[in-house]
């Protein structure tokens, strides 16, 4: 059973930082790819960032370009997501995301597991 467990959202001012984390339990991880989503209030949710866990390779949405960074920890089968000059519309519920096959994971219907979800506030 697999299963992604996250942790380290919180709040912050604009222009700060926070690290998501994401550990994945039960998945063939170095197979495939993972990634982060994120959906505010109201709206669809949306991916922001990509990894291939076996080579490394990453894909940003061009919202998160150069203030995002994902990265990975393959000895604890972790997943990160290091956020930075933080802004209000960077407001959302984060998402871990894990693909079932070869391919990108740019949109929800490229996702097999979801985790529980992790809250980002960004104050102005």
């Known amino acids: 059973q697999v299963q992604l467990v996250e942790s380290g959202g919180g709040s912050v001012q604009a222009g700060g930082s926070l690290r998501l984390s994401c550990q994945a339990f039960g998945y063939p991880y170095r197979h495939y790819c993972m990634g982060w989503f994120r959906q505010a209030p109201g709206e669809e949710r949306e991916g922001v960032a990509a990894?291939?866990?076996?080579?490394?390779?990453?894909y940003y949405a061009d919202s998160v370009k150069g203030r995002f960074t994902i990265s990975q920890d393959t000895a604890k089968n972790t997943l990160y997501l290091q956020m930075s000059s933080l802004k209000p519309e960077d407001s959302a519920l984060y998402y871990c995301?894990?693909?079932?096959?070869?391919?990108?994971?740019?949109?929800?219907?490229?996702?097999?597991?979801w985790g529980q979800g992790t809250q980002v506030t960004v104050s102005s």
């Open positions: 995301a894990a693909r079932a096959g070869y391919g990108w994971i740019l949109n929800s219907d490229d996702v097999k597991y």
């Open positions: 990894i291939y866990t076996g080579d490394g390779r990453t």
